[in-house]
């Protein structure tokens, strides 16, 4: 991602667009969190097509023909986020910032369920044990800034794992993940200040 280039209706102009049919209108127009995520697809295989067709609901998870087994149990499944930053660095938009992705389920905010009403999710290409690129982490770094600026509810204390939303149920974006780097990169030392 290259500069700063300000949103319009909730698209990042630099993002491929690959839009999703999984999202609706948020109830209130409050965006106030930001969640980081991890997905691949097959689990722990990076840059195949597959998050894509998962994400536009049109994934093969006929046990005949689909590309791997582990798809038949995502048979139904209808979920999106807002990004995904692919491993190298790559970011796609699937469903406008403005409007409610379906990536965080049953959640919890500060007492406040069902995140997805008010929350961005970005998704990165990875596994919770897997080290994330240094392109995904320069990216994320520049989109979560950009972010920021068009949402200013979104601060330091609002930017979270979906580990964190979903404890107990979700673990990503996993031990890999470098937290640290990520604050201070975006300037926000610990992210406790």
């Known amino acids: 991602m290259k500069s700063h280039t300000s949103m319009s209706l909730g698209w990042l102009p630099q993002a491929r667009r690959c839009i999703s049919p999984h999202f609706n209108a948020r109830p209130n127009n409050e965006v106030s969190l930001l969640v980081i995520h991890n997905i691949s697809l097959p689990a722990g295989r990076f840059g195949l097509p597959y998050?894509?067709?998962?994400?536009?609901?049109?994934?093969?998870?006929?046990?005949?023909?689909?590309?791997?087994?582990?798809?038949?149990?995502?048979?139904?499944?209808?979920?999106?986020?807002?990004?995904?930053?692919?491993?190298?660095?790559?970011?796609?938009?699937?469903?406008?910032?403005?409007?409610?992705?379906?990536?965080?389920?049953?959640?919890?905010?500060?007492?406040?369920?069902?995140?997805?009403?008010?929350?961005?999710?970005?998704?990165?290409?990875?596994?919770?044990?897997?080290?994330?690129?240094?392109?995904?982490?320069?990216?994320?770094?520049?989109?979560?800034?950009?972010?920021?600026?068009?949402?200013?509810?979104?601060?330091?204390?609002?930017?979270?794992g979906h580990c964190d939303i979903a404890p107990g149920r979700k673990t990503d974006p996993g031990n890999s993940f470098d937290w640290l780097r990520y604050r201070q990169a975006l300037g926000l030392g610990n992210g406790l200040t």
């Open 51 to 160: 998050i894509d067709a998962l994400f536009q609901g049109c994934l093969e998870t006929d046990a005949a023909s689909a590309a791997d087994d582990s798809f038949v149990d995502l048979a139904g499944l209808q979920v999106s986020a807002h990004f995904l930053i692919r491993r190298d660095g790559e970011i796609v938009q699937y469903v406008s910032c403005d409007d409610r992705a379906w990536h965080a389920g049953v959640s919890e905010f500060e007492g406040r369920t069902n995140c997805n009403d008010f929350a961005i999710g970005i998704e990165l290409e990875g596994t919770d044990d897997i080290a994330y690129t240094d392109a995904q982490y320069l990216n994320l770094v520049q989109l979560t800034l950009e972010i920021m600026a068009q949402y200013p509810m979104i601060n330091p204390v609002r930017i979270v």
